[in-house]
């Protein structure tokens, strides 16, 4: 990765390297396409896992604040793309507008989440956050009488897809010969998202702002000492990570059309939490790699678990989805024995090796 | 010669942990530019009054006067603003981000970028980026551990990581550095080293107020001495006659001898 974009060093091969990644990932949808429409929808999801993954790293990874309810964010911001913009209150406005407020309201209840938590750290704060997440999961189940807002656990159906005037990106349309289908065209939007949520990310890190959660995050009092606001800086974390869950909700909500309570439990937290700590805590690009792999594991689990069985023992023995998560959590624990800082972990120590050689 | 003006001045200090009185009335007045040393047997209370000052515990009683202005119920991080740096008895640094971060954070209170600066990256923030970098890489030269810029702060070798606390606390452009025992764990070179850094950090117009057990490095480069002992002043005033008051002494020794300062 350094190697092939770091254009200061070579710029040649780096550009050649962007260029190739680039046509990679412009061709990937038809790719997948190919194969079946399923995987670009998988994909899409993983992508969209990445923007979530993405946020929460700025909480836990940048500030060390430890939030097991960060779904929340991403269910508020899903409900309010989905309640604006369906027939459950019959308004439909287009997703240029929703989006901001979705990220608006995430990032009032980020505060919200922030303000009573502000003097917990670690195990505590994990508690907290865990019950923050599961009361907005529980409101959005049964806000449903004596005023229908949330439509209860039915959830919301027929949520508007983003639409630019007559362009809908959910359907399927031929483009200059190319048959682009709605996922395909999902795929290119999401991935735009995702590059601006990983360029802010790491202009986020690498700032006055970046370092002063990290000074946190190692440890308060000093940080405190040398003149960090800390509770300023702890609420504009949640704040900031709260932002990315809402617009990430509001996709979510577009692109499949359908959302309840029921997609927002306490385990999409700890996946999300699961990924950032898998991929490198703290390092923008593990915590997308950690995205990425969480996300596709457990598909092509879904799909190899029962035809091996069958080739081995000539019958399905277990029931492929138990199988399914029985291996994924042996590959988590596998990979947090062998690699405990993540797979990616932060550059900071292979730097430090660089600076100890010279 | 016109009386030198006071820095801070802290008139009927008082803190209570419980039925204990750690600190108990202590007055005492820091005059610009000099190094004022803070001494006292484990426990006197030298760790609690910097705590007090720099606001991480809240005083019961009395007040602090700095720069001309009251100094009363702040935060840790607006009394830094206000210019009061410190170090710790126990090295706190960012112990997983590099020496020159941990400088660089110092400069946070100095600077303004906030989340749109950083983000957008425009060419004020990143001005101000460079200047951050470039004063912290200064800072360390000036305490010399330059040369270790890139390395994390807890492999630092301990007199360095001493060092290093010091460039972080003079990064936030301090008027009064308070340092919470610096020689500690020492030996007598890096000691030494350290003897002439806090002279040049006089020299360059930063006052200092130094706890510290060594009794040869207070006698030999502070001004002026406080002594506490359970939560009380005891004396005040130039070294060399603190050195030689009665209570100091029975307080240290238990007995009427003279700080034996040339052999220890």
């Known amino acids: 990765m350094r190697l092939l974009f770091d254009r200061s060093k070579n710029p040649r091969i780096a550009w050649v390297g962007i260029a190739l990644m680039t046509l990679a990932l412009l061709a990937l949808p038809f790719a997948l396409a190919s194969v079946g429409t399923a995987w670009v929808r998988i994909t899409n999801l993983a992508i969209l896992y990445c923007f979530l993954a993405l946020g929460l790293n700025i909480v836990v990874g940048f500030a060390g604040l430890l939030d097991l309810g960060y779904i929340a964010f991403y269910a508020v911001g899903a409900y309010v793309y989905a309640l604006l913009a369906s027939p459950h209150f019959n308004l439909h406005l287009p997703f240029w507008i929703i989006l901001p407020i979705g990220a608006a309201v995430a990032c009032l209840f980020g505060v919200l989440l922030g303000t009573p938590t502000l003097k917990l750290r670690g195990d505590y704060l994990a508690i907290v956050t865990l019950g923050f997440g599961e009361i907005v999961r529980i409101f959005l189940n049964n806000l449903s009488q004596p005023v229908n807002i949330t439509n209860g656990p039915q959830g919301v159906y027929m949520i508007d897809p983003f639409r630019i005037g007559s362009f809908s990106f959910a359907q399927r349309q031929t483009i200059g010969g190319l048959d682009f289908s709605g996922p395909v065209k999902y795929y290119y939007l999401l991935l735009a998202a995702l590059l601006i949520a990983i360029m802010v990310n790491l202009r986020l890190q690498d700032s006055r702002i970046g370092r002063a959660w990290e000074a946190i995050r190692e440890d308060e009092i000093a940080a405190r000492a040398m003149g960090i606001n800390t509770r300023n800086m702890k609420l504009l974390a949640f704040a900031m990570g709260a932002s990315f869950g809402g617009i990430a909700g509001g996709m979510f909500s577009a692109i499949q059309g359908f959302i309840s309570p029921e997609s927002f439990i306490l385990v999409e937290s700890v996946m999300v939490l699961s990924m950032v700590v898998l991929g490198g805590m703290g390092n923008v690009f593990g915590v997308v790699l950690g995205a990425l792999l969480l996300s596709f594991i457990p598909e092509v689990l879904r799909y190899t678990v029962g035809p091996v069985q069958q080739a081995v023992f000539g019958r399905t023995l277990i029931d492929p989805e138990v199988t399914r998560m029985l291996l994924f959590g042996f590959a988590l624990v596998l990979m947090m024995l062998f690699r405990p800082a993540g797979i990616w972990p932060s550059a900071l120590r292979k730097r430090e090796l660089e600076a100890g050689r010279t | ?264």
């Open chain 2, 1 to 264: 010669m016109s009386e030198p003006l006071s820095l801070l001045t802290a008139t009927g200090v008082a803190k209570r942990f419980g039925g204990v009185h750690a600190l108990a009335d202590v007055d005492f007045t820091i005059r610009q530019g000099e190094i004022y040393g803070l001494i006292g047997p484990n426990g006197a209370g030298k760790t609690t009054l910097f705590n007090v000052l720099t606001g991480i515990y809240a005083r019961d009683e009395g007040e602090f006067l700095f720069d001309g202005e009251p100094l009363n119920d702040l935060k840790p991080n607006e009394v830094a603003a206000r210019g009061i740096a410190r170090t710790f008895q126990n090295i706190r640094l960012f112990a997983n981000l590099s020496a020159l971060e941990n400088v660089m954070i110092g400069r946070h209170v100095r600077t303004h970028a906030g989340v749109f600066g950083a983000i957008a990256r425009n060419a004020r923030t990143r001005a101000e980026e460079k200047a951050i970098a470039r004063r912290a890489y200064e800072l360390l030269e000036y305490v010399g551990v330059s040369e270790r810029a890139n390395h994390l702060a807890r492999h630092l070798p301990y007199g360095f990581q001493r060092r290093l606390e010091i460039a972080r606390a003079l990064a936030t452009d301090p008027k009064l550095l308070a340092l919470d025992e610096p020689a500690a764990g020492m030996n007598a070179t890096e000691t030494a080293t350290l003897a002439s850094l806090l002279h040049d950090i006089r020299r360059d117009g930063t006052t200092i107020l130094l706890i510290e057990h060594d009794m040869k490095l207070v006698m030999g480069i502070c001004d002026r001495v406080l002594v506490l002992d359970y939560g009380r002043k005891i004396a005040e005033g130039p070294a060399a006659e603190v050195r030689r008051n009665p209570a100091v002494i029975a307080a240290y020794l238990g007995g009427d001898i003279e700080l034996d300062v040339e052999h220890g």
